[in-house]
């Protein structure tokens, strides 16, 4: 069944526009909880990054859960993954995250988790949409929802994170900058790193509400960049906002993207023997990922873009790894979601490992170039059927030759279709995506 409200990860939109207000909010606090309160003591845990209109949507949520009757822990500002452990070792019904991830502070999101720590099952949130529409009534008083906060949370997941590392080895003599992007991770990384011994230079960790992933993160790491080379750190981390995706950075500055550090800690895993099945990448990962892991012998699956889709896929397979080229990375073996500091650690385990730095660590992989546009449409959906799109998706295609790729994909949580193509030849790369993008952007406008 289609989906009124829900996309590929959560309810995600621009403040003060539905439905991204208090009054849907408050009746989606609600929702959720007439579905999980007919569960004797119901709770569900709230954390949220730090952008200022966290406060109010954490307010509407909370209120909504009371009136359903179900009972709130509140854990203020807290990385997405740290939300997903928390809601399975408090044994709560569901966790939500008040979060836009890397998007700019004007926007907010919200998304969910089972009691398993993973995203919500397709009936679960067609069964809160289905709520949505229902009129709003409140639970007796005797039986609202009462809250509290959960004041040891960020103490709670630096541990957890400690505990996916070696606990006979740490990071001395490691010294790391960390651009935590003025978001939910500012207070926690910074610890994890300390504690097991690194030196750690953190940049931008003063967060105030309206500064979240500006000009920084992994979405913007050329401070950090720089910064690791004056500071001759060994490496530089970039979360984004909420703390589920991280780009990596070598000494030398030089970026380390998503399905470098994937191809580095599958490479570690297989040369441990604790590589469980194969990895899954997405339609987006590059082809250079392919090939490195069927040189390997690490089977290699794309699914579709989104998490949730890495999810599906490894637990269909009960593989334990997966990502995306934007660093969301799934270590499944020892976590529920994509956790930017985990996946850190496994990557800095590596390099302790192998003795190598890690821009050793991307030796192997052969990227091939790969350019995607950003064209904005005026709504969300998918433009491929067009008569131009897909008349100039086939020509590109066919000048490709079988050896590079056309991908044309609608986002799941903004008014975007991203242009991608990739090839052996960067010039022919660069002119193709141009050209499609041309072709998108003037079919969307028409």
């Known amino acids: 069944m ?4 829900f996309g590929t990860d959560g309810i995600r939109g621009t403040v003060g526009e539905p439905p991204i207000t208090p009054e849907f909010v408050l009746k989606l606090g609600w929702a959720v909880g007439k579905v999980f309160a007919s569960r004797p003591n119901s709770k569900v845990l709230i954390g949220k990054d730090t952008r200022i209109s966290g ?38 019904q569901a966790g939500i995250v008040i979060s836009a991830s890397h998007n700019a502070f004007p926007d907010n999101g919200i998304k969910f988790f089972s009691q398993d ?21 409140t639970a007796a008083p ?17 541990e957890f994170c400690k505990s996916t590392f070696p606990l006979a080895t740490d990071l001395h003599g490691l010294k790391v900058v960390l651009d935590c992007a003025n978001g939910a991770t500012y207070h926690v990384a910074p610890g994890v790193f300390r504690e097991m011994g690194a030196e750690v230079v953190p940049i931008f960790v003063s967060p105030d509400g309206l500064n979240i992933n500006e000009n920084c993160g992994s979405t913007h790491p050329e401070t950090l960049r720089q910064r690791v ?3 001759h750190a060994d490496l530089g981390i970039a979360f984004d906002g909420d703390g589920d995706r991280l780009v990596m950075v070598d000494q030398n500055g030089e970026v380390v993207d998503g399905d470098e550090i994937l191809f580095a800690i599958a490479r570690d895993c297989k040369e441990r023997g604790v590589l469980k099945g194969g990895v899954v990448g997405t339609l987006m990962s590059n082809l250079g990922l392919e090939l490195a892991m069927q040189e390997l012998g690490i089977p290699f699956h794309r699914a579709n873009v ?34 930017g500091i985990v996946a850190a650690l496994q990557v800095v385990g590596a390099m302790l490992a192998r003795e190598a730095p890690l821009h050793e660590l991307r030796e192997g992989m052969h990227k091939c170039p790969q350019k995607m546009i950003n064209v904005r449409v005026r709504e969300r959906g998918d433009i491929s059927a067009h008569p131009d799109v897909s008349a100039a998706v086939e020509a590109a295609t066919s000048e490709l030759a ?12 903004e008014p975007v279709v991203r242009v ?7 010039a022919v790369v660069d002119r193709i995506v141009a050209e499609l993008a041309g072709v998108v952007e003037r079919a969307a406008a028409g």
């Not at 289609?2 to 409200?5: E, P």
């Not at 209120?63 to 203020?76: D, W």
């Not at 993973?118 to 709003?136: C, H, N, R, W, Y």
């Open 2 to 5: 289609s989906r009124k409200y």
């Open 55 to 92: 406060y109010l949507f954490e307010s509407a949520l909370e209120a909504g859960l009371s009136a359903a009757g179900v009972n709130i822990r509140l854990l203020g500002p807290m990385p997405t993954p740290a939300i997903a452990y928390l809601t399975r070792t408090f044994k709560a």
């Open 117 to 137: 720590g993973t995203k919500l099952p397709d009936d679960v949130e067609l069964a809160i949409e289905a709520q949505i529409d229902e009129p709003m009534t």
């Open 142 to 158: 005797d039986a609202l929802g009462k809250a509290a906060r959960i004041s040891d949370a960020a103490g709670r997941y630096i």
């Open 229 to 231: 080379v004056d500071e």
């Open 306 to 339: 989104g998490d949730r889709y890495v999810m599906a896929a490894l637990a269909e397979r009960e593989w334990c790894l997966g990502g995306e080229t934007s660093g969301h990375i799934v270590c499944r073996g020892v976590t529920t979601t994509g956790d």
């Open 402 to 413: 079988g050896r590079g790729r056309v991908l044309l994909r609608a986002s799941g949580t």
């Open 420 to 426: 991608m193509v990739e090839g052996e030849d960067e």
